[in-house]
T-cell receptor, first 111, second 112 residues
């Protein structure tokens, strides 16, 4: 059972470039989340999706867009990357009683 | 949204019991209280969850007073491998949506 799978694991971008982070879960969870974690800091919620076809902003949504493609997949897009978006990005899904399951993360550097 | 407050860091020695308290004064009726453990370069991992009173599993206990405005994670007989950041998370169903926001976490250092 793979759980939550994120790709890629590492990525280096130049300022202004765009990219999409992919996330898929095989646990049949309705809710999915994107968090970012800056070095030495806690996790901050970027966007979440309560169910297929719905998305909503979290604490730090500026500069990001998301797509809930189907129940399994939830992607995060950076349209024009900035150095301030250098971070580790975690995707998660949750059970109905709010237990979160995380992917292994994507380490993103924007130069 | 219920906001959580935890100590920034704690130190302990191997074999000791560690208690980490989280304050969540604005917890809503439907909110669960969930604790996670995070090692460097990894995503957080679920430890334990409760709604009220006491919950125990194979790795920890969770104590929740009647007013539910705080909770205490208890780690019995810690080892070096318990060195990690521990997060208390309180979240709920707001108008049909879950919105789970993390606090700053507690950095636990276990020494020999």
């Amino acid at each position: 059972n793979a759980g939550v799978t994120q790709t890629p694991k590492f990525q280096v971008l130049k300022t202004g470039q765009s990219m999409t982070l992919q996330c898929a879960q095989d646990m049949n969870h309705n809710s999915m989340y994107w968090y970012r974690q800056d070095p030495g800091m806690g996790l901050r919620l970027i966007y979440y999706s309560a169910s297929e076809g719905t998305t909503d902003k979290g604490e730090v949504p500026n500069g990001y867009n998301v797509s809930r493609l189907n129940k399994r997949e939830f992607s995060l897009r950076l349209e024009s990357a900035a150095p301030s978006q250098t971070s580790v990005y975690f995707c998660a899904s949750s059970t109905a009683d709010e237990k979160l399951f995380f992917g292994s993360g994507t380490q993103l550097s924007v130069l | 949204l219920a906001k959580t407050t935890q100590p920034i860091s704690m130190d302990s020695y191997e074999g000791q019991e560690v208690n980490i308290t989280c304050s969540h004064n604005n917890i809503a009726t439907n909110d669960y209280i969930t604790w996670y453990q995070q090692f460097p370069s990894q995503g957080p991992r679920f430890i334990i969850q409760g709604y009220k009173t006491k919950v125990t599993n194979e790795v920890a206990s969770l104590f929740i007073p009647a007013d539910r405005k705080s909770s205490t994670l208890s780690l019995p007989r810690v080892s070096l491998s318990d060195t990690a950041v521990y997060y208390c998370l309180v979240g709920g169903d707001y108008a049909g949506f879950q919105k789970l926001v993390f606090g700053t976490g507690t950095r636990l250092l276990v020494s020999p």
